[in-house]
């Protein structure tokens, strides 16, 4: 998996202080996409230990403040990106229990529960923001979304509920 960038102490991408992970490859084309680099799978550097190993030490220094984990893209849910980022929140979501784990996927929730490895992945998420990116649509007076079809949704009490519950 690669990823295009890191930043730390993000407070736009989700709620609170963040840190926030772009990773390569995407496959929904969205007309107006504002990270159209992103769309390779090949964009930017490998996410490897290294990367992994100052993400959860940020956590460790700053856990005080810092509220959770963001996974933009591109798009997390891509192919390619499932299995690596399924690995890496098992492991953050172990070590750092009181953490939040936001994700923003060009797939809509309903397209994520036909694919077992991404229905995985988001389960381990707090937060999914949903759908691709509709330009007719945009509106960037909605928090945390670029378009208005998309949905901000809390995904625990969504799979619980077994319905689509908007985080508020
Ligand atoms: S899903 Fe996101 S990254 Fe992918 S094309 Fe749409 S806006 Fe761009």
New binding site residues.
């Given amino acids: 998996m690669n990823y295009s960038g890191i930043k730390y102490s993000d407070m736009i991408n989700g709620k609170g202080i963040r840190v926030s992970l772009f990773v390569s490859g ?5 007309k ?5 680099d ?2 390779e799978a090949d964009y930017g550097k490998p996410f490897t230990q290294k990367e992994e190993d100052e993400i959860f030490l940020y956590f460790e220094k700053y856990g005080k403040t810092v509220r959770g984990l963001s996974l ?4 997390p849910t891509y192919h390619m990106n499932v299995e690596p980022l399924t690995e890496l929140l098992q492991k953050f979501k172990k070590r750092f229990p009181d953490k939040d784990v936001w994700m ?3 797939f809509t929730w309903e397209q994520l529960q036909e694919d077992p490895k991404r229905l995985a992945l988001i389960s381990l998420c707090d937060v999914l923001v949903d759908g ?2 509709v330009l007719e649509q945009k509106d960037l007076n909605q928090k945390w979304k ?1 378009s208005r079809n998309q949905r901000v949704i809390d995904v625990q009490k969504s799979i619980l509920d077994g319905k689509i519950v908007e985080y508020v």
Avoid at 32 to 36: D, S
């Fill in positions: 995407c496959t929904h084309r969205c107006g996409c504002f990270n159209k992103t769309w933009l893209g591109g798009d923003w996927s060009g691709r990116f670029g």
